[in-house]
């Protein structure tokens, strides 16, 4: 049932571009490492950050504009600009970013680290014991693996992995045979550490880094004996990494997906990273060998790759540079009784996520795998990572005869390896796995357990807003709800069967769903506040989610505002929304927040006249979570879980004076500040929630 995308009747310049958009979230996410408020070795992970969404943004976003032009598309979207202008606009935002972010990292963070004794050596300032070491450490550890490549007509320009350091190398002179190219490639090997600590004994700080590019520069002069090594500049190349399966040609969905993920990292080049030392000569020969303009050039005034920072936080043993450590707390239901399965039969239990501990989710999971009574376990897995407690669990209960069905989403963008490896290991001890629908990424999460009880069989459910991620749950805001309701438990054992089987689609009881019912109940549910307004009584919308794109639900928020309804939106990411337009959107008002946990959990509240209806989600506002992606919207029906939802939720954050953003009607962020009392949002949940 796939749904093109919806062309919309108002005017472009009402909607903001979805890629400049997510730009300006980068921003604030750069405004955090900015924040002297911020752990100074926190501060450094966001600037790392940065470069990791800036990567999959080229991978991904860029990659697709750029798919356009070469295929000769001149359709626009709803925002009207044309995908050659919109390359160049992209490609200015970007180029002010990383200036911003080298300038931040060099001026201040660096230093600033440097004060607290935390250095990363340049190699002008390394003295001869430190000279001596990393000359020993080159060649015990650098030289071995390293495979210098001349550039001749025998040795054509190597392959060049997505995102790897290389280094090209001008040379000076003739080799052995004679041979006078001029230039050379070095690869740097993934299993090289990047950044390399000195021992204490030759240092006068307590951390001392040297960068692998630092070493290698040192010392490419003896990988190139006899001739003079004119410059050695660093280079990274960013791929499309988006995959490409074919429906019609596809017969086993695995398969075509492990060659696809071969040719990943080889895929056409997008961006080309130099050192800012790079000669212009150099720079020239390597944008006309992978096929890139000179807008797709960024030098970089410090290491190519700041993403390979993001482990030194993890190695400096500074509490005090650090967020403090907590401890999740626990729901008191799941606190008081040790009987999980009593404990849900008693009433529903919300998580509240990273604040309250995925414990409870991991216990029943264990719990059903070693209880004979349960029957059936059925899970749906998107992102779970290589090293999954739940993963293991779902396999010892397969083991145990039980009959386990995992829905498993091959085409999780960058998990698609580990899931087709969990896929193996599942099927070997006699797991059901499926793959969903074709063309349908299954993005729901649900989790269903079948027990034998004294009066029948009773489905423990859990819906979640995240994913079965134990690692990403302690860093992402997220809800889950553990519920033995009968009705909910109907409706996830219909969703299952569609999954796994053929049929036509069911009418759900409670539960929304994509790409059926989801869409159209959230542009009635806002119509129907439209209407109320319209009737001179109260309509009023909250939602939280991490991007509002699809156009006919942005159209319907339009007319809501229009009929007077209060519209509070909290977007982290993309909002191709414009709030505040005097008689379009006035009613309107969207933030963004942005602080230590990633803002992740769905949340859409409708006033219904008084109803307070409340749905988690595990879909964004969006044409691929609406139309391309089997999602499910799960109402919270309990009265008293809905007042926690509102509170932790949604009032926090609309409160929130210290990392909230509002958007203007511009598509830009203004910082909110503090007048009186500083409330953040997050550090309230933590004092409330965590248990210490």
């Known amino acids: ?100 972010q080298y300038l931040m990292l060099n001026e201040e963070i660096l230093p600033a680290l440097a004060a607290e004794g935390i250095v990363f050596l340049r190699r002008s300032l390394w003295n001869d014991e430190q000279r001596a070491w990393i000359r020993d450490y080159f060649n015990r550890e650098v030289m071995p693996v390293l495979t210098p490549i001349g550039l001749d007509p025998a040795h054509p320009f190597p392959r060049v992995l997505n995102k790897s350091l290389n280094f090209a190398v001008e040379l000076e002179g003739r080799d052995a045979f004679g041979r006078d190219s001029g230039a050379a490639i070095v690869q740097a090997p993934r299993a090289l550490p990047r950044v390399i600590r000195l021992p204490n004994e030759i240092s006068d700080q307590p951390y001392t880094f040297v960068f692998l590019s630092s070493v290698l520069h040192a010392h490419v002069g003896q990988l190139f004996s006899g001739m003079n090594v004119l410059g050695c500049y660093q280079f990274r190349v960013t791929r499309n990494s988006d995959l490409f399966v074919d429906e019609e040609e596809v017969k086993d969905l695995r398969t075509s997906l492990k060659g696809e993920l071969q040719q990943r990292h080889f895929g056409d080049a997008v961006r080309l990273e130099v050192a800012d030392n790079c000669s212009e000569e150099m720079a020239d020969f390597l944008l006309q060998h992978f096929r890139l303009g000179r807008a797709d050039l960024y030098r970089t005034p410090g290491i190519v790759n700041l993403v390979r920072l993001m482990q030194v936080p993890d190695w400096v043993e500074r509490a005090d540079l650090k967020y403090g450590n907590f401890q999740p707390g626990l729901p008191k239901p799941i606190d008081i009784r040790r009987d999980i399965f009593a404990a849900i039969r008693s009433q529903d239990i919300l998580l509240h996520h990273p604040f309250q501990s995925f414990e409870p989710v991991i216990d029943l999971l264990r719990a059903a795998a070693d209880d004979p009574q349960v029957v059936a376990i059925k ?56 793959y969903g629908v074709f063309g349908y990424k299954v993005h729901a999460k649900l989790l269903m357990l079948v027990r034998r009880e004294e009066d029948g069989l009773r489905r423990y459910c859990h819906l979640g807003t995240g994913n079965y991620h134990p690692r990403t749950t302690r860093f992402y805001t997220d809800f889950g709800l553990l519920t033995s309701n009968p009705e909910i ?78 519209v509070d939106l909290i977007i982290r990411g993309p909002c191709a929304l414009r709030p505040g337009v005097p008689g379009l959107s006035d009613n309107i ?23 307070d209806q409340m749905y988690l989600s595990s879909a964004d506002w969006m044409d691929r979570n609406f139309f391309r992606r089997i999602e499910i919207a799960f109402p919270i029906l309990d009265p008293r879980i809905k007042r926690r939802v509102m509170k932790e939720g949604l009032r926090p954050y609309l409160g929130d004076n210290s990392q909230s953003w509002e958007m203007q009607s511009d598509g830009s962020y203004k910082k909110k500040m503090p007048r009186g009392t500083r409330r953040m949002a997050q550090m309230i949940l933590l004092g409330e929630l965590a248990a210490r």
């Open 1 to 100: 049932m796939y749904r093109p995308v919806h062309q919309s009747n108002f005017p472009a310049e009402h909607f903001i571009n979805r890629e400049l958009s997510l730009l300006q979230f980068q921003r604030r996410v750069l405004a955090q490492a900015a924040d002297e408020t911020v752990p100074l070795l926190e501060r450094l992970r966001f600037l790392c950050i940065v470069s990791s969404n800036l990567d999959e943004f080229f991978e991904i976003r860029v990659s697709g504009i750029k798919e356009q032009i070469r295929l000769g598309s001149h359709a626009s979207s709803n925002d009207g600009i044309q995908p050659n202008e919109l390359l160049a606009r992209v490609s200015t935002e970007v180029h002010q970013i990383i200036a911003n």
């Open 379 to 434: 899970m749906t897995i998107y992102r779970t990572g290589t090293d999954s407690v739940l993963m293991e669990l779902l396999s010892r209960a397969a083991q145990k005869g039980k009959e386990v069905t995992v829905v498993l989403e091959l085409m999780a963008r960058f998990d698609e390896e580990a899931n087709i490896t969990w896929a193996n290991r599942l099927e070997e001890v006699g797991a059901h796995v499926v």
């Open 489 to 566: 438990g109907e409706d996830v054992a219909d969703v299952f069967k569609q999954l796994t089987g053929l049929g036509k689609a069911t009418t759900l009881c409670h539960l929304w769903q994509a790409p059926f019912s989801l869409q159209p109940n959230v542009v009635t549910a806002i119509k129907r506040e439209a209407a109320i307004a319209a009737e001179g009584r109260r309509g009023r919308i909250i939602a939280k989610m991490n991007a509002l794109l699809e156009p006919e639900t942005i159209e319907a928020l339009y007319e809501a505002s229009q009929a007077g309804v209060e």
């Open 589 to 611: 008002r969207v933030r963004s927040v942005v602080g230590r946990f990633l803002e992740h959990h769905r949340i859409f509240h409708f006033h219904a006249d008084g109803e």
